[in-house]
């Protein structure tokens, strides 16, 4: 299959470009702000978001291969990815971080990828640090009976030179209506190909909503890679990430709460919670002189577990976002059986890490 003979825009008919919906909150009005949220969740119902713009280009290039990525036991990339398998009948590999996983019953995520028809490769940490190594890739494949040849390798959050140029996209559809562009990061290549597609003069800002302090590296990167040196206006905010990824806290979710009453719109909390609330404190910090605009990119929808019950609305324990209330008598989780393998583990001193 080509990648001509792979359309998918007729195959999975998105909803592009995305809708531009203004909001009024005086939290940003009183500074002479103007928000807009730029509606990326409802590009595709299977696959919101960056998850559209950054995996269809890959899609392409994969040409009806089967498709092997990365991803945590909550990546919203994996479950794009095996979506996308179903819906367009490709093979699909999720190699996931923890090896520790593959005897426990699938979480709603993985198990809606392996329901999916996702293969579920699990490897220990240190294997999965070293994924890009071409020696460990190949363990990789080989654990997962595949050929390098035949099977397209879509790195963690689907960040290439491929996705880079597919979210500058976004960029061109926010021409003129913008003077800023607000994202949440987590590998870096939204922000990548944001900025570079936007008009001269926009700039673009981004929220990592991991900890460390490596994505202006990573994004740029990705932009020499793709444009061959840095390209656009962008900068870094890192200071709200709430403790790291799929980390929140009680202010994040009270905040996201009352956005969502105030402009009815669900609030994803691991991502678009957190650029929001980043983007309130640089209008009361007077970031953004009065007359600008400023265009928030909403990239996914809430998970149902990710509303915390009352009296609990922190995952600052762990990197899981909380569990659904207990439904009486609930069918038993799949477990890590046919589609769920372990990788051996990868002894640390026998291969380099990122």
């Given at each position: 299959?080509?990648?001509?003979?792979?359309?998918?825009?007729?195959?999975?008919?998105p909803?592009?470009?995305?809708p531009?919906?203004?909001?009024?909150?005086?939290?940003?009005?009183?500074?002479?702000?103007?928000?807009?949220l730029?509606?990326?969740?409802?590009?595709?119902?299977?696959?919101?978001?960056?998850?559209?713009?950054?995996?269809?280009?890959?899609?392409?290039?994969?040409?009806?291969?089967?498709?092997?990525?990365?991803?945590?036991?909550?990546?919203?990339?994996?479950?794009?990815?095996?979506?996308?398998?179903?819906?367009?009948?490709?093979?699909?590999?999720?190699?996931?971080?923890?090896?520790?996983?593959?005897?426990?019953?699938?979480?709603?995520?993985?198990?809606?990828?392996?329901?999916?028809?996702?293969?579920?490769?699990?490897?220990?940490?240190?294997?999965?640090?070293?994924?890009d190594?071409?020696?460990?890739?190949?363990?990789?494949l080989?654990?997962?009976?595949?050929?390098?040849g035949?099977?397209?390798?879509?790195p963690e959050?689907?960040?290439?030179?491929?996705?880079?140029?597919?979210?500058?996209?976004?960029?061109?559809?926010?021409r003129?209506?913008?003077?800023?562009?607000?994202?949440?990061?987590?590998?870096?290549?939204?922000?990548?190909?944001?900025?570079?597609?936007?008009?001269?003069?926009?700039?673009?800002?981004?929220?990592?909503v991991?900890?460390?302090?490596?994505?202006?590296?990573?994004?740029?990167r990705?932009?020499?890679?793709?444009?061959?040196?840095?390209?656009?206006?962008?900068?870094?905010?890192?200071?709200?990430?709430?403790?790291?990824?799929?980390?929140t806290?009680?202010?994040?979710?009270?905040?996201?709460?009352?956005?969502?009453?105030?402009?009815?719109?669900?609030v994803?909390?691991?991502?678009?919670?957190?650029?929001?609330?980043?983007?309130?404190?640089?209008?009361?910090?007077?970031?953004?002189?009065?007359?600008?605009?400023?265009?928030?990119?909403?990239?996914?929808?809430?998970?149902?577990?990710?509303?915390?019950?009352?009296?609990?609305?922190?995952?600052?324990?762990?990197?899981?976002?909380?569990?659904?209330?207990?439904?009486?008598?609930?069918?038993?989780?799949?477990?890590?059986?046919?589609?769920a393998?372990?990788?051996?583990?990868?002894?640390?001193?026998?291969?380099?890490?990122?």
């Amino acid at each position: 299959m080509s990648p001509e003979a792979l359309d998918l825009t007729a195959a999975l008919r998105p909803r592009l470009p995305s809708p531009l919906q203004p909001v009024e909150d005086e939290r940003f009005s009183r500074h002479g702000v103007r928000l807009l949220l730029k509606r990326d969740d409802l590009i595709h119902a299977d696959l919101p978001g960056n998850k559209w713009r950054k995996l269809a280009p890959s899609l392409r290039a994969a040409a009806g291969r089967p498709v092997l990525t990365f991803g945590g036991a909550y990546s919203n990339h994996l479950r794009a990815t095996a979506a996308a398998g179903r819906l367009l009948g490709l093979a699909t590999i999720g190699v996931v971080r923890g090896d520790e996983l593959a005897s426990r019953p699938l979480n709603p995520s993985l198990a809606r990828c392996a329901a999916d028809g996702m293969r579920l490769v699990f490897v220990d940490r240190t294997t999965y640090r070293a994924k890009d190594d071409p020696g460990v890739l190949a363990r990789i494949l080989a654990t997962a009976e595949r050929e390098p040849g035949d099977t397209f390798v879509v790195p963690e959050g689907g960040s290439n030179t491929l996705a880079v140029r597919g979210c500058a996209g976004l960029g061109r559809e926010l021409r003129g209506h913008a003077d800023a562009v607000a994202v949440a990061c987590g590998t870096g290549g939204t922000l990548a190909g944001l900025a570079a597609g936007l008009a001269p003069g926009g700039r673009a800002i981004g929220f990592p909503v991991l900890r460390g302090g490596f994505l202006a590296d990573g994004t740029a990167r990705l932009q020499h890679e793709t444009f061959g040196g840095r390209t656009g206006d962008w900068t870094l905010d890192e200071r709200f990430h709430f403790g790291g990824y799929a980390r929140t806290t009680p202010e994040l979710h009270l905040f996201a709460d009352e956005f969502e009453e105030r402009h009815h719109l669900p609030v994803e909390r691991l991502y678009v919670a957190k650029m929001l609330y980043g983007l309130t404190v640089l209008a009361s910090e007077g970031t953004f002189a009065p007359g600008t605009t400023v265009a928030a990119v909403v990239t996914g929808r809430p998970a149902p577990s990710e509303r915390a019950p009352d009296g609990a609305r922190s995952t600052a324990e762990g990197a899981r976002p909380p569990a659904p209330t207990p439904t009486p008598a609930p069918a038993p989780a799949p477990r890590a059986e046919s589609r769920a393998e372990p990788l051996p583990r990868q002894d640390a001193s026998s291969s380099s890490s990122r």
